[in-house]
């Protein structure tokens, strides 16, 4: 099974593949912000990914961020699968997580 690990800090989690990324960051007991419930309507989801490989941004992701001023360079963690093993991280971790 893919571990996600989320950084600062060394929280991992081991999820079974095609689970969606906010519900393995809650999984790791972490905040993710989706006041949209996981429909792409806030944009409030913005991760960083710092290693593992993901499926390219889709434009209705690239519309959801630009709408919300969301970064270019964030993708949104309600739409993202986990396929393999993968590491990110989100403004709002502390270093302890």
């Known amino acids: 099974m893919p571990v996600v690990r989320c950084k ?9 593949r ?3 990324l906010t519900d393995a960051i809650r999984a790791a007991g972490l905040p993710i912000a989706t006041a949209c419930g996981d429909d ?25 961020k630009r709408r919300n001023r969301v970064p270019h360079e964030l993708r949104l963690a309600c739409v993202i699968r986990v396929r393999g093993d993968l590491e990110v991280s989100a403004d709002y971790w502390g270093p302890g997580n």
Do not use: H
């Open 8 to 16: 600062p800090g060394e929280v991992a989690v081991e999820v079974p």
């Open 18 to 20: 095609g689970t969606l």
């Open 40 to 64: 792409l309507v806030c944009g409030r989801c913005g991760v960083r990914i710092l290693r593992g490989a993901v499926a390219r941004e889709k434009l209705v992701e690239r519309e959801a």
